[in-house]
């Protein structure tokens, strides 16, 4: 039970970590390459890396096991540790989280005037 439980785990974490790694360094090149200049700092970036592992650590650490986990067939020596589902899951993810980023950076500061314009009293 236990064994399972620090796979599932571990497996959750590779996700969650990678997705984290893929788009910080997409952005960061991405964001190099087009602007110039890069949109995450090298200190920014440890920060992330910083507080993304210790929350990641945090959820490895606190899951305990449940006995549904033996109920599951055991995993083969030869299954790889990141699957197809979580393959998908996480340039799902990566995807998403781009999309978002990318259009808070090069679109964001139109989206902000556009929003301030709106809320303007008349008369201002």
């Not at 699957?83 to 990318?102: C, D, E, P, W």
Request: some cysteine.
């Amino acid at each position: 039970m236990w064994g399972r439980n620090v796979y599932d785990s571990i497996s959750k974490f590779l996700q969650f970590q990678l997705t984290v790694n893929i788009v910080a360094v997409i952005v960061a090149f991405t964001g190099a390459c087009i602007t110039q200049d890069s949109p995450l700092k090298a200190v920014q970036m440890l920060w992330v890396n910083l507080i993304m592992d210790t929350f990641a650590s945090l959820a490895l650490a606190t899951e305990p096991p449940s006995e549904s986990l033996l109920l599951r067939k055991p995993y083969g020596r030869n299954k790889p540790l990141i699957s197809r589902t979580m393959m998908k899951n996480i340039l799902g993810h990566a995807v998403y989280q781009l999309t978002l980023i990318f259009t808070l950076l090069f679109v964001g500061e139109e989206l902000g005037q556009a929003r301030h314009s709106a809320h303007r009293e008349p008369g201002c």
